[in-house]
T-cell receptor, first 110, second 113 residues
Framework: QKEVEQNSGPLSVPEGAIASLNCTYSDRGSQSFFWYRQYSGKSPELIMSIYSNGDKEDGRFTAQLNKASQYVSLLIRDSQPSDSATYLCAVNQAGTALIFGKGTTLSVSS | DTAVSQTPKYLVTQMGNDKSIKCEQNLGHDTMYWYKQDSKKFLKIMFSYNNKELIINETVPNRFSPKSPDKAHLNLHINSLELGDSAVYFC????????????FGPGTRLTVT
């Protein structure tokens, strides 16, 4: 069974620090990797997508992918209290459903 | 403009009733999805439609029946509601099937009493 694993947290970081969120996946054929942010009571919001090995940066967010290790991570630089949310890792192959991890709760303290 | 919208936002009903949730997207996407998020916040795919054709049908009781009248709409009808159906149901859409990015609607919180 295809699985996506995340540490549920909570991950607590002080304001201004770097938050590091990690995700591993079981299906070696996975091709697309996504990070969603979900505030309590709200819908998942796409913040990053990554398709090839290496780093992808977008503002304060950097996604890192290592297909050999079946590992994807999200770094949030200069963390803000508004970044406090649950971060969902999602993975799929072409034409298949997104498989979500159970999410990591991030708490940024001011 | 709302990209993916769902109605209703909240739905409270009794066991045994039949209810529907509607979803519309104005992104011009070809593919739409229904996801269920349970009380433990685990998000799981239920169905996927591409150009009105059912593509993905995960292990879901046949009390759940999706219908896509056109590419912009995907509805979910649930018969004989059970307590365990209580969850938040999200609609999503993407330009096409994977690997395209999916965008979620605001969700419908269903409570079965």
């Amino acid at each position: 069974q295809k699985e996506v694993e995340q540490n549920s947290g909570p991950l607590s970081v002080p304001e201004g620090a770097i938050a590091s969120l990690n995700c591993t996946y079981s299906d070696r054929g996975s091709q697309s990797f996504f990070w969603y942010r979900q505030y309590s009571g709200k819908s998942p919001e796409l913040i990053m997508s990554i398709y090839s090995n290496g780093d992808k940066e977008d503002g304060r967010f950097t996604a890192q992918l290592n297909k050999a290790s079946q590992y994807v991570s999200l770094l949030i630089r200069d963390s803000q209290p508004s970044d406090s949310a649950t971060y969902l890792c999602a993975v799929n192959q072409a034409g298949t459903a997104l498989i979500f991890g159970k999410g990591t709760t991030l708490s940024v303290s001011s | 403009d709302t990209a993916v919208s769902q109605t209703p936002k909240y739905l409270v009903t009794q066991m045994g009733n039949d209810k529907s949730i509607k979803c519309e997207q104005n992104l011009g996407h070809d593919t739409m999805y229904w996801y269920k998020q349970d009380s433990k916040k685990f998000l799981k795919i239920m169905f996927s439609y591409n150009n009105k054709e059912l593509i993905i049908n995960e292990t879901v009781p046949n009390r759940f029946s999706p219908k896509s009248p056109d590419k912009a709409h995907l509805n979910l009808h649930i018969n004989s509601l059970e307590l365990g159906d209580s969850a938040v149901y999200f609609c999503a859409s993407s330009q096409a099937l994977a690997p395209y990015e999916q965008y979620f609607g605001p969700g419908t919180r269903l409570t079965v009493t």
